[in-house]
Every structure is written in C-alpha cells, then in structure tokens.
C-alpha cells in the first residue's frame, strides 16, 4: 500500500502528463509541418498513456482516478493563430517552444518523483515513463535545434 504522499505524487503526475497531452495537442493545431506531426502525436499519445496506466494503478490501491481536464487555457498555444501576420516558421518554433517547456516540467518532474521509494511495479512504471520523457525532450530540443521549417531548409533538396 502506497502512503498518501506517494499516492499524492502519483496524481500530481497524472496532471502533469494531462498538461503535456494538452500542450501537445494545441500544438499539433499550429504546426503544419508533416515531418514533425507523427512525433507529436506520438507524443501526446504517450502521455495519455502514462496517464491512464497510472489512473489505473491508483485505482487498483482503491483510490478514485483522477479525471484531469486537457485543455490548455493560457499561453502561445492557446485561441486561433494571432492576428499579426505571423509566418509559419515562427509559429511551429514558438509551439514547439511551448511544448519543450512543458516536457521539461514533466521529464524533471518524474526524474523528483523517482528519487522516493516505490514498490517494483510502481518503479518500472515510472522509469518507463522518464525514459520516454527524456525521449520527448530530445527529440524536442534536437528539432528546435536543426530548425526544418525555416524555408531555405524546405528548400533543399
């Protein structure tokens, strides 16, 4: 049986992984470039993964499951594309951008949250999951990094 700060750890994971399913999500509204939509898919895929395996871990210790909500309600990825005319390159880098914050908060936070202890099942969960964040944030910071939608870019061959 889990303590209720493990359990309260668990869920605050769960909310974490909400935010980034979210913040996935909005940005696949504002980043038009194939290359780079099956990786946030995928991504947000993972996330609501996460979130139901530990939703359903929570409820096998006999706690209610955690029903976040997966709206992003601030920030650059938030209400339609501004008025401003804004080029496309700008707009995929600052939701990527908005994305990378956001698997920073939750790698870091997992990687906290595996300095406790946990039972073995609980533990290769949760390693599972820092592993696949740590995968997102790479991904994430090697994109912004090589920049392909600048346009001399598309341009090559």
């Known amino acids: 049986m889990l303590s209720k700060n493990q359990l309260d750890l668990l869920r ?26 099956p990786h946030l898919e995928a991504f ?7 979130l139901a395996a530990l939703n359903a871990f929570l409820m096998r210790q006999g706690e209610p499951p955690v029903v976040p909500s997966l709206e992003v309600r601030h920030g650059p990825l938030v ?5 401003v005319k804004t080029k496309v390159p700008s707009r995929i880098e600052a ?14 936070s997992y990687a906290l949250v595996l300095r406790e202890e946990w039972p073995p099942e609980v533990a290769a969960l949760l390693r599972c ?16 990094g090589r920049r392909p939608w600048e346009p001399a870019r598309l341009a090559l061959p």
């Open 12 to 37: 605050e994971l769960i909310f974490l992984d909400a935010d980034a399913a979210a913040s996935h999500a909005a940005a696949l509204q504002r980043v038009e470039l194939p290359s780079l939509r």
């Open 95 to 108: 939701a990527l951008t908005a994305v990378t914050g956001c698997e920073h908060l939750v790698d870091h």
């Open 129 to 144: 999951h820092h592993e696949e964040e740590r995968q997102h944030s790479l991904w994430l910071h090697g994109t912004l």
């Open 44 to 50: 947000r895929d993972e996330h609501l993964q996460h």
């Open 79 to 83: 209400g339609p594309p501004p008025p």
